[in-house]
């Protein structure tokens, strides 16, 4: 497939090819099509390193083509251009993965400015790319389970009171808060740590593929089934199985895996001969899998048999004094695969770092770190080498999300946003903060011990420890 620098993507054709016209001026090989679905049969007859396009179309509008990029060539970087009425838009993109967007209207010396800094980006973290490989940094991330905050503590006490046991587990916590390391780590805590580990994920398959996967097949059971085939239950005998989002299981999966828990046998899908297994099960949830047994969708008793222990994960923008210790651990992890130096991060940037509200949690700020330590060219991670989204949130303060939410519990979350704010203004002087509130000085030590306000000036340093 041939490679190109640039595709253009606008509705309007005088954008479009004057556009075209200045990059090949700036010796960029561009291509210009007028709509997203243009774009994604340009997609296909050739491979671009960056596609530069307007988000509002008719038909395929530009978000719609970032997602469809992400399945069909993820090296593609997008840049988006937005009328100005529209960035909510263009921040909404950049969250699904944009580099970053350009207003109309297009300051030309901005767009070639972007463009050229998304390219060099990409060819730094290209040439990174296979040393990564090599590496294998998942090896180096696991089972290092990094957690500061009182509220990890409480959790991390209950997990070693339970993980030398068969009880059955369900961690429940947001996308990326680390749900399935926790798995792990219990798994390694246990006295079947020597067995395998074998993780599977309910929403990942078709049924009745899932089913075959899961408790295995016997030949001619179906078309395909060439051979009779162990599943994952059979594999995982002597240890754990992960069943990772156990609310995507099906009715028919549901009663299946609850015969398992109750009699600790399976049936191979097309034989009818009952097979024991011996593991423990831990499962996962990103949903509230009580508010799916109130909506009829997870039946109420295999709720029960798996919810014996559960672990809740508290979202990262709950646990504010786990960011600085996890920003120490990815900054030494990275500095060891990317081969960098960097001693730690600006008081400044761990400030945005603070500020952001981490909807990706860990696994979000993981990236975000490895990004930073990429591209910081001194020995420190300072602002500029951190994403635009932590900037954005500077502008804008997250919304409180309320879902979920008893009264209490809002009101509490609302109190700790004024709390964290006004101690902000000003400036962590809590003499001042209290006065300002109208209230006492004991009365706000005793809430920011409550709500875990820490002044980061007074957190853990941030530097390196090699
Ligand atoms: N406490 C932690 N210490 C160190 N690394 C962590 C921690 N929590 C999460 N991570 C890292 O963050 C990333 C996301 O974690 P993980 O995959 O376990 O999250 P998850 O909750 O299972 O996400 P999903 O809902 O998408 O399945 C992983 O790379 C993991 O190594
Ligand atoms: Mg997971």
């Not at 090296?75 to 921040?91: E, L, P, Q, S, Y």
């Not at 290209?126 to 290092?144: G, V």
């Not at 500061?148 to 030398?164: S, T």
Request: proline share 5%.
């Amino acid at each position: 497939m041939p490679v190109k620098d640039l595709l253009i993507v606008d509705d309007d054709p005088i954008v479009c090819e004057s556009l075209k016209e200045m990059l090949t001026i700036e010796g960029y090989s561009a291509d210009a099509v007028f709509d997203g679905n243009e774009a994604l049969a340009k997609l296909r007859e050739s491979h671009y390193q960056l596609v530069v396009s307007d988000i509002q179309m008719p038909g395929l509008n530009g978000i719609e083509l970032l997602k469809e990029l992400k399945g069909r060539a993820p090296d593609t970087t997008i840049i988006f251009i937005t009328g100005h009425g529209h960035i909510d838009g263009a921040v909404e993109a950049i969250k699904f993965g944009a580099y970053d967007y350009i207003t109309k209207p297009i300051d030309d010396m901005r767009l070639k400015l972007t463009i050229k800094r998304a390219l060099e980006q990409k060819s730094l973290l290209a040439s990174y790319q296979s040393l990564k490989q090599r590496l294998k940094p998942w090896a180096l991330l696991e089972d290092r389970l990094i957690f500061a905050d009182r509220k990890m503590d409480k959790l991390l006490e209950l997990v070693h009171a339970i993980a030398d046991t068969m009880a059955t587990v369900l961690i429940t916590g947001e996308s990326g808060t680390g749900k399935s390391m926790l798995a792990h780590y219990i798994h390694n805590h246990s006295y079947r740590r020597d067995g395998p580990f074998v993780k599977i994920s309910c929403g990942s398959l078709s049924e009745s593929l899932l089913e075959s996967e899961l408790f295995g097949h016997m030949r001619g059971s179906f078309t395909g089934a060439i051979r009779d085939k162990k599943g994952k239950f059979e594999e995982a005998s002597g240890g754990t199985i992960f069943l990772d989002d156990i609310n995507c299981a099906s009715p028919t999966l549901q009663i299946k895996l609850l015969r398992v828990l109750q009699e600790k046998v399976i049936e191979r899908v097309g034989g009818n001969v009952p097979i024991k297994v011996d593991v423990r099960i831990i499962t996962a949830t990103n949903t509230s899998l009580l508010e799916e047994v109130q909506k009829q969708q997870f039946r109420e008793d295999l709720y029960y048999r798996i919810n014996v222990v559960s672990l809740t994960i508290p979202p990262l923008r709950e646990r504010l004094s786990d960011i600085a210790p996890l920003i120490d651990h990815f900054t030494q992890v990275f500095n060891q695969v990317h081969q960098k130096q960097i001693k730690g991060i600006s008081k400044s940037a761990l400030q945005l770092c603070l500020k952001y509200s981490w909807p990706g949690n860990v696994r979000e700020l993981e990236n975000v770190m490895e990004r930073a330590v990429i591209l910081s060219p001194g020995d420190f991670i300072v602002p500029e080498s951190l994403p635009p989204q932590l900037h954005e949130a500077e502008a804008a303060p997250p919304p409180l999300t309320t879902r979920n939410l008893s009264l209490d519990e809002a009101l509490a979350q609302a109190e700790r946003q004024i709390l964290l704010e006004t101690l902000e203004n000003c400036n962590w002087n809590r003499q001042r903060c209290a006065h300002n509130l109208g209230i006492s000085r004991t009365t706000l030590f005793n809430k920011m011990r409550r709500f875990n306000l820490v002044d980061p000036r007074r957190q853990t340093a941030v530097t390196s420890k090699q």
